[in-house]
């Protein structure tokens, strides 16, 4: 009998690549969808297939669904950006919602249940309850949160009308090795960087800004129990940390001591994240395993061994 086939939409990126290199590990053959936007071709597990493809060419995304007929499909493909959305929510929404949507009608013609990689901060907004569960109300400040809330509601529209078991998973703010440091959210990875390159941090909100930071590794169990589940779960630790905890846990990793450039918050950004998780600890069985401190040590080291091996260059 052939194995299992599984789609993972942005499997060349951060959190896809992890998620790609688990499954393909337990033996399924695995395809990534990624246009290479912002992934990269060599975070693709050497065993899985990589087919360049924006989820926006309906057409195209379909065809290939339905060559590799797939037994599940993991949805992580997204514009990520809340400054980009910002700029941009015409071309948030394509990729967001009409992406999200292409993805969902390709798996109904293989009635593949679909786990969905949404978001927590940026949805529940500044006014939900701390730690916030499932149950508050979205109130977005960014047109990427508006686009992740509406590409919930398709996942969930699906599930119901099709009776495939499509589950939502609402991340924390995610961290790990392989993170881009080039981004907006990863401020672990930003941090680390910048502290390698000799520039000072800088640091948005004064360093009072809270967030609920999750470990990739975390995550990744997180979505492979869901799948196959029909729900919506906070995938985070229940735990709220200020920005500046944090660049003092990665200058603590770092061995360094910079002195920190600070901000206000950006447009579109939240005062305070923190997220409750308990319906996924008592529906899935999850619960994460990192501690922050530990896991900060361990992706700071990853990171730094990263920006040496790719040889980019420090500022002077």
């Known amino acids: 009998m052939s194995r299992q086939s599984v789609i993972v939409t ?14 393909a590990d337990d033996g399924a053959a695995v395809v990534v969808v990624d246009d290479l936007s912002s ?52 071309r948030d929404c394509e990729i967001n919602v009409q992406g999200t949507l292409n993805v969902l009608d390709a798996a109904e013609r293989h009635r593949a249940p679909v786990t969905f990689a949404s978001t927590g901060g940026a949805l529940y907004g500044n006014e939900a309850p701390i730690p916030t569960p499932e149950s508050a109300a979205p109130t977005p400040l960014a047109p990427y949160g508006a686009s992740k809330w509406a590409g919930e509601a398709y996942v969930s529209t699906w599930a119901r009308a099709s009776g495939v078991p499509h589950a939502v998973c609402r991340l924390g703010n995610v961290y790990g090795p392989r993170q881009s440091p080039h981004g907006e959210a990863g401020v672990i990875a930003i941090f680390a960087y910048q502290l390698w390159s000799g520039s000072p941090p800088t640091v948005f909100g004064h360093g009072q800004p809270t967030r609920d930071y999750v470990h990739v590794h975390d995550v990744v169990d997180a979505m492979l129990r869901a799948s196959g589940r029909t729900g919506t779960y906070n995938v985070a630790t229940g735990i709220e940390t200020s920005v500046q905890t944090v660049l003092d846990l990665v200058q603590d990793a770092a061995g360094t001591t910079m002195t920190a450039r600070y901000a206000p918050l950006r447009e579109g950004e939240l005062k305070r994240s ?38 980019t260059h420090k500022s002077s």
């Open 39 to 90: 992934g990269r071709a060599d975070r693709v597990p050497a065993e899985a297939r990589l087919a360049q493809l924006d989820i926006t060419h309906r057409d195209a995304l379909i065809q290939l669904f339905d060559e590799v007929r797939p037994s599940r499909v993991f949805h992580l493909g997204a514009q990520a950006s809340v400054t980009r959305s910002v700029a941009d929510p015409p």
């Open 274 to 311: 923190c997220m409750d998780s308990s319906r996924a600890h008592r529906e899935l069985g999850w619960s994460p395993r990192y501690q922050l401190a530990d896991g900060v040590r361990q992706t700071v080291r990853a990171l730094l061994d990263e920006f040496e091996t790719d040889g």
């Open 10 to 23: 942005g499997g060349a990126g951060f959190i896809g690549s992890h998620l790609a290199n688990a499954i």
